[in-house]
């Protein structure tokens, strides 16, 4: 392995790490995402791993989720799964919706409307 993806891998362990310590942190979290970028490393497991905590916390958590979903989508094809969202899960992004920019909205109703939640 080269040294620079073994650099990576530390990096996507320490991310890994501060995420356990503050799962709520969407800097962490977006952080994380970024350097699975960098690998080429992403997928639906890794965002709900990055983002469902800070999706259950608050709006911007919610919509920071649903935008990662949406890249992983334009990059992959690979979209939302079900099984990744439990009931508070949507319950949490369906209340955002009112509250929220147009475009983070969008998002939001694009994640429920492929797992088929509304």
Known sequence: MSSERLGLEEELKKDRQSLKDDPENIELANRYWRN?????????????????????ASSAGGAALASAYRELFLV??????????????????????????EAERTDIRWVLQTIAAI
Do not use: M, N, Q, W
């Open 36 to 56: 699975l970028g960098r690998g080429d490393y992403r997928c639906g497991r890794h965002v709900i791993e990055a983002y469902r905590e800070a999706a259950l």
């Open 76 to 101: 992959s094809g690979e979209g939302p799964r079900p099984v990744d969202f439990d009931t508070r899960l949507v319950e949490a992004l369906k209340s955002y919706i009112p509250d929220i920019p």
